[in-house]
Structure formats: C-alpha cells, structure tokens
C-alpha cells in the first residue's frame, strides 16, 4: 500500500489559466517524500547522520489540470532499488473520483555530506529502503 | 542556436541543503520558454486567440547542485514536432564553465480553450513552431 | 477562539540560512485564511458570486526563525471591520512551546470583479464578516 | 537615486484572479535587496564574514493588480538607520506609465552568526549602510 499525504487546491497555487501550475506540483511531491520518511521513522536518524536523499531525475507526466478547491490525495512509494539509486514512485489523484492529475518517477541517491559522494545502497542502508518499498505504488 | 536565459541564484532559491530546490528548476525553465516565445514573436497573438501551450510531460535531469550567487544561462529550443505533441530542450548551464546544471526535455500540446482540445500540429501552427526550431539546443 | 491551521516546515519551504524563507511566510497565511473562509462555510457562494478578497495591505513581523521539522500553528481572526475595508490578524506559534514566530495584520477589500470596484461592507455581507470575527485572535 | 530592478510577469507568478499572487512580490523585493547589495559591492565579504541581513517588518500596500506580461521596475533605497535596525523602502511600479503596483517598508537587523545576535549599527557597518543610503527612494 502507497503512502497517503492529502492537500487541497488553493489560491496561490494556481497560474495564468487557473491550473496548478507545473513547478508547485514538485513541491506537492516533495511533501509527499517528506511525510513517507516520517512515517517510515528513520528521518531524524538519517539528518543528523549528514546523509541526504538527492533527487538525479524527475520524470512526470501532466495528465489533467486541478483547478482551485480540488482535494488531491498523494500516493508516494518506492518502486525499484538498485545499487547506486532508487525511484520512489508518486501519483497525484483527484480523491472524489480516483482520476490520476500527475504521476511521476523520482530518481534519487543518498549522498553523504562527509564523504562527498554517493553512498553504495547496501546493508542497513538497503534494508531501511526495502522496508519503505512496503510504501509501493 | 538555443535561446538565452541568464539567472543569478538568489538566498530564496535555495533549500535546506543550500542548493537551488527541485521545484524551482521548473520555475526557471518556464521563465525560459515565456522568454522564447517572445523572442520568436507570436506569443501575443497566441494567448490572444485563446490558445495555451500546455505541459504534459517534463523529464529533468538534476546534474550537479547550484549555490547562491550562481550566474546560471539556460538554453531554450524546439528539439522535435509530431503530430499532437512537440519537445523543448532546455539545458541550465553555469555561464562561467559551461558545465551543466540540469537538463530536460518538455513535451506539450497546444490547447484551445474555445474548442476543449488538443490541435493537430499543422498549418501556419506546425509553421510557427518550425520557425522555433531554429532555436534547436 | 481564533481559527487554527496546521502547517510543518519541510525541507522547500527553508532558505540561505535554513530559516522559512519571508515570502513563504505570506503563503502560510494564504492557506490559513483559506481554511477560515472553508470553516465558516461561505467561500464557495461567495467566488460564484464574483466578489473577491483583495489584500490591500499586510504588515508582517518576524520575531524568530523557524527550521526544519518544526509543527507551526497558525491562528487567524477577525480583528475589525470597517466601512469599506477590513482586518484580518494572524499569528504564526510554535505548536510545542507557544512561542510567537510571525504575526501580522492582513487589511482587505471585498472587490466585486462585474462593478469593478469594492464594495461597502454593510448588510449582508457585513454580516458574513461579522460571523467570521467570532474567529477573533 | 534609488536602485532599479526589472521584472516581468510571467504564468507563474499569478494566483486565482490573474494578479501577481502577494507572496510573490515578496520574492520581486528580496530580488531587488540582493541586486543593491550587489551593487554597493560588499555583499561577498559581508556573507563571508558570517554576517546575515534578518529581515524583522515587513509593512506592503499592494495598490494595483500587476497582470501576464507587465514589465515592473523596482526601486530599491535606504530610508533610515537606527541603532539597532534600519528600514529600505521599495516601490513596484509599471515601467511603461510609472503607476504604483506596490510599495514596502522593509526593517532589517545585521545578525552575526557567531555572537548569535543582532549587531549594533556603528562604525564601519554604518558607514556601509550609509553608502547605500545614497539609494534612497
């Protein structure tokens, strides 16, 4: 089961032709992964450690407008975990009717302050992932 | 020859790591496109007669972070047309080494808002956006 | 009792110095009157209608920073209401020890987008605000 | 003679009714503000230095919707210094006419992160603010 995080449409986030616009949905998005980490229970652990979880790639689709009002339900869960990366999957949905808004494939690597560099996703790093791949969309 | 953009990253650019956030590439590459539109010199007839260009799909890739004080040049162009839908590239670049910052590829349809769909890309439309792609990257 | 909207500060929502950034500061206030209008169960009848709520005037003061994680309380009011403009005043706590991190008094117009102008605040709209100033802060 | 900045309006930065959304402008001033600290020439060594510009008030009259495509000039000056805190005014105005679109007093301390507080406005930083007095509006 995905991970749940609702927001509902309003003024300020909407653009020239009433819709939201294209940027605020990455931070709806952002949200979304926010809340999962929190949920998840590691947050805190993983800040204070100087890890950060930095995105490489964001694909999304745009598949209809939500207009001001809408109540959108995020559905956030990680999709694949490979060696040095792994996608979190997020869909963005109309929660009246269940009609897909945007749906997108987030890509992203742990990187280590200290280090400098991208972490190998494995040991304990890999099993608190895996235990959020329970969060799968 | 892409179009030009030129962006100085700002302290409300950034985010908790220090870097340019996420979403606000998305703001900056709109920035770009509006900016080519006008340069190409339709967009006012465009808007005008009721036509939007609208974003379906964005697939950006994030290469290496941006700090304040950056001086940051996006390059803007039509990189292919098809018969509903077309693809802008854009690459954010740092004006002082050229190394790239993010790149992505922005796929939209024209929507009329009169007829409540997507035009076929054709005529004196195909035409127009022909003539953007002379701004290829 | 004022209204209250919940609102946790997120890794976007920070700046330069890992603070909440002053502009995001006025979209938490935004979602908070939202959420009032919402509560008092007129807005939808009043957008139909074609009146708008037209900030003419916000003065913010910034007491202390807020960072990353934190739980903030928006608490938001009517504080008067005048013939032709009124004032809504908000505060923005920490949820966890009541501290104050912002407050402001946010001065509007009902503007009315078929006569183009803004309206008297009597009869039955001054009413409408009357109720809402049950929400005093 | 006041600092200027330009802005254009573009898609993403209006709101619900088409007009550049209030928080926004506070984005357009913060711009602005970094622009004259640019200007004045000391703003790397002062951020070097560990020094941090803590905006405290805001005070804004917004006096007219800015709509798609207005191009805004900023004026951006010192208006007083105090002991402790100083005060930058800044206009928003249509460049084609020079009508009024907004306008802001903005009070700011010079925090030091080191000592942790806010610094007296004596000596040479002062004399630096006085420098940038010569921008008043």
Redo the contacts between chains.
């Keep these: 089961m995905a991970h749940h995080t609702r927001i509902?449409v309003?003024?300020?986030h909407?653009?020239?032709?009433?819709h939201v616009?294209?940027?605020?949905y990455?931070?709806f998005l952002?949200?979304a992964r926010?809340s999962l980490f929190e949920a998840q229970g590691n947050l805190?652990n993983f800040?204070k450690s100087g890890l950060?979880l930095?995105?490489?790639?964001?694909?999304?689709?745009?598949?209809q407008p939500a207009l001001?009002?809408d109540e959108l339900l995020i559905e956030t869960g990680v999709k694949s975990i490979g060696n040095r990366s792994a996608v979190i999957h997020q869909r963005v949905l109309q929660e009246a009717n269940g009609k897909v808004v945007a749906e997108a494939d987030v890509t992203f690597v742990i990187f280590d302050a200290k280090q400098n560099k991208a972490l190998a996703l494995e040991g304990a790093l890999k099993e608190q992932l895996e235990q959020m791949a329970a969060y799968a969309v």
Excluded: P, S, T
């Design positions: 509902k309003r003024g300020y909407l653009d020239l032709f009433g616009n294209n940027a605020r990455l931070e952002e949200e926010w805190d800040l950060a930095a995105v490489v790639n964001i694909n999304i689709d745009y598949r001001m009002g």
